[in-house]
């Protein structure tokens, strides 16, 4: 994944038809997808995406009269085996890095990519170097 994609956070007004309204602007800016989840937590309803388009994005969410946060995405590769995401963490915990958000974005035969979204980026890529 590229060092210049982006994690966008949304929160969704909980009602029907919400999450469909922001799709359609995003569609109407020609934005699709590479990576994301949707999910209500107690009474919130919490969006993180990565989108094709970033200025597009940006675009279709103040289109949307939606509130978001950008952050970028640091990728790592790593072994789909036990015990990799407990490294991972570890070291960047003992880097004093903060993660936002964790994106399985593919998967190769033994090796899974993971895109981070943290406090601070370049500091998360100290931590992993």
Same mark, same amino acid.
């Given at each position: 994944?590229?060092?210049?994609?982006?994690?966008?956070?949304?929160?969704?007004?909980?009602?029907?038809?919400?999450?469909?309204?922001?799709?359609?602007?995003?569609?109407?800016?020609?934005?699709?997808?590479?990576?994301?989840?949707?999910? /209500? =937590?107690?009474?919130?309803?919490?969006?993180?995406?990565?989108?094709?388009? @970033? *200025?597009? %994005?940006?675009? +279709?969410?103040? #289109?949307?009269?939606?509130?978001?946060?950008?952050?970028?995405?640091?990728?790592?590769?790593?072994?789909?085996?036990?015990?990799?995401?407990?490294?991972?963490?570890?070291?960047?915990?003992?880097?004093?890095? /903060? =993660?936002?958000?964790?994106?399985?974005?593919?998967?190769?035969?033994?090796? @899974? *990519?993971? %895109?981070?979204? +943290?406090?601070? #980026?370049?500091?998360?890529?100290?931590?992993?170097?």
């Amino acid at each position: 994944m590229p060092n210049h994609s982006r994690d966008f956070a949304i929160e969704l007004k909980p009602r029907p038809g919400e999450l469909a309204r922001v799709a359609s602007m995003l569609a109407r800016h020609h934005v699709t997808l590479k990576a994301g989840v949707a999910m /209500a =937590v107690g009474p919130r309803f919490l969006a993180r995406f990565v989108p094709s388009d @970033v *200025e597009g %994005a940006r675009r +279709a969410l103040d #289109a949307a009269n939606v509130r978001f946060e950008e952050r970028e995405i640091v990728p790592v590769l790593v072994e789909s085996r036990a015990g990799e995401l407990a490294m991972l963490s570890t070291r960047l915990a003992d880097g004093g890095v /903060a =993660v936002r958000a964790l994106y399985i974005t593919s998967t190769a035969g033994n090796l @899974v *990519e993971l %895109a981070i979204v +943290a406090d601070n #980026a370049e500091k998360t890529r100290r931590a992993l170097a």
